[in-house]
């Protein structure tokens, strides 16, 4: 399978594709990435292949009018390893209140796993790939998601040098974290393709290296959860610049980035997604985070810190992000 794609491209190549005049282009280069629907590892998907743990009580799309995307973003050293998901994300097209939506999943939130001991929700992923990390959720949560993407570092970095590079407000705070995961990545490159490390806070264009070491900073403020909403400013500074790119360069840009796809989204559906988020005049990207606050606690179980939370709460107010309108002050 190709290298993996940032989860964003859920949102992104709806959008890409579904620009007129270019659609044949972009429809001839997807058709060229080999294997493009398949997955991560087909192995992963044997059995019954609608097998995705949906409850038989989980609201279906005709009812909400929403389309769910699971976004994985993996911690993986290496591409012969599945590594565990560093970033969960729910990318929602809610057609009924005509608004985009991006809900955070904490990696250490603590859940049962089909099959398997409970545990984080990350390591579903670990276990068994993109199906396991949709049946974990899906079962959880009380959802019908049929559709993911995955990215690791490797294909975000990338996929936001082929964008050339994103707009982020680096803070004092955040740069000595930064330039430490900075220099992992470079040491991991074995191309010897170094990015240097950032000197001043401030607006300012990272590449993808950066955005990389951006979204991945934990030790600083609130630990996973402020780690969560940097990863959902780069996804929407990433929305953004795509969304500002030339028309003209729109075809190559996407022959550029498909290589890296790794997901299950048809590409005549993402065709049929692609008209329905252009018809959505709320271009806001509105968020969540996954459990809410003061509905879970921090435990330590099995040497694990863990959050174990109060699923029921979360469930409903998860739902009532996904499936209702969302107010712009949320």
């Keep these: 399978m190709k290298k993996v794609l ?10 890409l594709i579904g620009i007129g005049g270019y659609i044949y282009k972009i429809i001839d280069a997807i058709s060229n990435a080999e294997e493009l629907a398949i997955g991560d590892d087909s192995s992963q998907w044997e059995g019954e292949p609608d097998d995705f743990g949906i409850p038989d009580e989980a609201p279906t799309e005709k009812e909400t009018g929403a389309v769910h995307v699971l976004l994985l973003g993996t911690d993986r050293r290496n591409r012969n390893e599945n590594g565990r998901s560093d970033a969960i994300m729910i990318a929602t097209l809610d057609r009924k209140n005509g608004q985009l939506k991006l809900a955070s999943i904490m990696r250490d939130l603590y859940v049962s796993i089909p099959g398997r001991k ?3 929700i990350n390591a579903a992923y670990s276990f068994g790939g993109p199906r396991l990390a949709m049946q974990t959720i899906n079962q959880n949560f009380n959802l019908n998601i049929t559709r993911y ?3 690791d570092f490797f294909g975000l970095e990338e996929i936001i040098n082929a964008m050339g590079g994103i707009d982020i407000d680096v803070k004092e705070k955040e740069i000595r974290a930064l330039n430490s995961v900075l220099r992992e990545l470079n040491n991991l490159d074995k191309n010897n393709r ?23 900073i934990r030790k600083v403020g609130d630990g996973d959860s402020e780690r969560t909403e940097r990863q959902r400013r780069v996804i929407t500074k990433m929305f953004k610049k795509m969304s500002s790119i030339n028309p003209l360069k729109l075809p190559d840009l996407v022959a550029s980035i498909i290589p890296y796809a790794d997901t299950n989204i048809p590409v005549s559906e993402i065709i049929s997604l692609g008209t329905s988020v ?9 968020q969540y ?19 174990v939370p109060d699923l029921e709460k979360n469930r409903e107010l998860l739902h009532e992000f996904l499936h209702n309108r969302v107010s712009p002050s949320n």
Excluded at 6 to 15: M, P, R, S, T
């Design 6 to 15: 940032v989860g964003v491209l859920a949102i992104l190549l709806v959008i």
């Design 118 to 120: 409970d545990n984080r």
């Design 149 to 151: 993407v995955t990215v």
């Design 194 to 216: 170094k990015s240097p490390e950032v000197t001043r806070a401030g607006v300012q264009t990272l590449d993808g290296k950066q955005a990389v070491a951006f979204s991945r």
């Design 278 to 286: 252009l018809g959505v005049k709320d271009k806001q990207i509105h």
């Design 289 to 307: 985070r996954v459990p809410a606050p003061d509905t879970f606690t921090s435990q330590t179980i099995r040497g694990m810190a863990v959050y």
